[in-house]
Structures are given as C-alpha cells and as structure tokens.
C-alpha cells in the first residue's frame, strides 16, 4: 500500500520502467520472434523446391547446413551418414563444411544470399537410407 508522496512517485517511476520497454530485451525478443519465423518457414518448406537462405553477416555463413536440412527434412543422423558415402582425400572441418554445402546444394547467389536445391542424387540417396532404416524396423518388431 502507498503510504505517501514519496512512495507514489517511487511506484510511479516502476511503473514507467515496467511499461517503457529495455531496448536490450527488446532487440531480445525481435531477435527470437524472427528466428522462431524462420524457423516456423524451413520446416513448412517444400522438400521437392529450391530455398533461399539468407545469413546476417559472414560468421552465420556456418549454419547454412543446418537450415538446408531442415528445408529439405534431412535429420543429423541421415546426413552424417550420407556423407560417410561421399569420398573425400583431405578431411578437415573445412573440406567437411564445403562437402556437405555441395551434398546439400547449396550456392552463393549474392554477397549473404544463397540458394539451396536438393540434387536427384542427394533424393535418391536419402530415399535409400530412409528405406533402408524402415526395413530394419520392420525386421527389428518381427
């Protein structure tokens, strides 16, 4: 309860700080309202078309991979795998980042902009391995 003049003006001021948003907390949230519609448009993403995958600056360039999978519905554990397949003589993170940007189709359009199309290949490559995990399934339940 207010007692005084002077705890109303206290209470007044917490008030105007609780409305009056931190330009911190804000960017915050802007920041995870647009990742979470990012996320929201990769998942609802035709498998079967062409995305363009945007980065804010260079060091995003390392998630490319991740947001071609998820547009294309590749988990981890299929990618891995179907990179095992793919030969490569110099195995470093480097060569590794670029093996799966191919794998993935994933080409610099614009200076950030890429475009990520799925190969026949990388289809029926993945077509196989899912085919081959539900042939396990079904041998594993009988």
């Given at each position: 309860?207010?007692?005084?003049e002077?705890?109303?003006?206290?209470?007044?001021?917490?008030?105007?700080?609780?409305?009056?948003?931190?330009?911190?907390?804000?960017?915050?949230?802007?920041?995870?309202?647009?990742?979470?519609?990012?996320?929201?448009?990769?998942?609802?993403?035709?498998p079967e078309?062409?995305?363009?995958?945007?980065?804010?600056?260079?060091?995003?360039?390392?998630?490319?991979?991740?947001?071609?999978?998820?547009?294309?519905?590749?988990?981890?554990?299929?990618?891995a795998?179907?990179?095992?397949?793919?030969?490569?003589?110099?195995?470093?993170?480097?060569?590794?980042?670029?093996?799966?940007?191919?794998?993935?189709?994933?080409?610099?359009?614009d200076?950030?902009?890429?475009?990520?199309?799925?190969?026949?290949?990388?289809?029926?490559?993945?077509?196989?391995?899912?085919?081959?995990?539900?042939?396990?399934?079904?041998?594993?339940?009988?």
């Amino acid at each position: 309860m207010i007692k005084n003049e002077q705890e109303l003006a206290i209470a007044k001021e917490q008030v105007e700080k609780i409305l009056t948003p931190n330009k911190s907390e804000q960017a915050l949230l802007q920041k995870l309202q647009a990742e979470i519609l990012e996320y929201e448009a990769l998942v609802a993403h035709n498998p079967e078309e062409a995305i363009l995958l945007e980065v804010d600056n260079v060091d995003q360039i390392s998630d490319l991979p991740i947001k071609a999978s998820i547009a294309f519905k590749i988990n981890s554990q299929e990618l891995a795998k179907i990179c095992e397949l793919e030969k490569s003589p110099v195995s470093d993170s480097t060569s590794e980042f670029l093996k799966v940007m191919k794998i993935l189709g994933v080409q610099l359009i614009d200076d950030l902009f890429f475009v990520a199309k799925m190969s026949n290949e990388l289809k029926e490559k993945l077509e196989c391995l899912r085919m081959g995990e539900n042939l396990q399934n079904i041998q594993g339940v009988a």
